[in-house]
């Protein structure tokens, strides 16, 4: 392969004939094209959580080209995460999840710059962390967390495709309070339940292919987010029931009520 580029139309950015190669399923999609793939190529997406949600999700989005991919994630792998987080091999056990997750990406995709963040986002720098990037991806295992990037994304205006698991179930959802008539994650649940009433996964289990969907779907609505594609899930949610195999989508209305994003605003900071 050598390295002559194409140029598209209206000033969209070149690919390279490696490139060319690499996506040609991308671009034969009437949809995606060239200019798409230039514009999943010039995104800048942070996953929150390399775990069950987003080893997949990860995976796709480096897969897919897009251009600078961050991870977030302050824990070490452990052999039980790896019936599920398939960004990991047993050899990568006792290592820092975004360091073994950026090797896994790299070698998967070395044209995608990955950002490694170990650390554990809070109040104090969530603003930071999530302001080198174009949409965020919330594959944390916490209502804290979800709570957090949820204001946080608020206020920094930008798109937060959030997605959940349990068991046998999840759902996803992209929240863009800060629109007009397009609720946020407060819509849903107004506050966090109280520490320990809510049990994680170690304590309930979660099926590692239920994960897997639930990674998968989020990865494809950030494609979406990115390249422009179809209709998002803005003001919807979908639930997941892996037992049955069942979808379902529902419409998300914004709370008037809302504390964050309502008529009359309580909330006027990242709450964390």
């Known amino acids: 392969m050598g390295d002559k580029a194409t140029v598209w139309p209206y000033g969209i950015t070149m690919l390279s004939d490696d490139e060319l190669d690499r996506y040609a399923r991308h671009l034969v999609l009437r949809e995606v094209g060239g200019p798409g793939q230039a514009r999943i190529r010039a995104a800048k997406v942070l996953i929150v959580g390399a775990g069950g949600l987003g080893s997949p999700a990860a995976l796709y989005l480096a897969a897919a080209g897009i251009g600078r991919l961050g991870l977030v994630d302050d824990d070490v792998v452990s052999l039980s995460n790896l019936q599920r987080q398939i960004l990991f091999r047993t050899k990568d056990v006792g290592r820092p999840k975004v360091e073994a997750g950026a090797e896994g990406l790299k070698a998967l995709n070395p044209g995608v710059q990955i950002d490694s963040h170990n650390v554990r986002i809070t109040a104090a720098n969530a603003m930071e962390l999530i302001a ?141």
Request: charged share 15%.
């Open 132 to 272: 080198g990037y174009d949409v965020i991806a919330d594959g944390s295992d916490n209502f804290a967390t979800r709570f957090l990037l949820n204001d946080a994304c608020y206020f920094a205006k930008k798109p937060l495709v959030s997605a959940a698991v349990t068991e046998f179930e999840g759902q996803l959802a992209t929240y863009k309070g800060y629109e007009p008539d397009c609720p946020c994650y407060r819509c849903l649940f107004a506050a966090p339940p109280p520490p320990g009433s809510v049990p994680n996964c170690s304590e309930t289990g979660v099926l590692g292919a239920a994960a897997g969907v639930m990674g998968s779907l989020q990865a494809l609505e950030v494609l979406k987010e990115v390249a422009g594609l179809g209709t998002g899930l803005a003001g919807k949610i979908l639930t997941y029931k892996a037992l049955s195999a069942e979808f379902r989508t529902a419409r998300l209305p914004r709370d008037p009520a809302c504390a964050l994003c309502g008529n009359a605003p309580t909330i006027h900071g990242i709450q964390g």
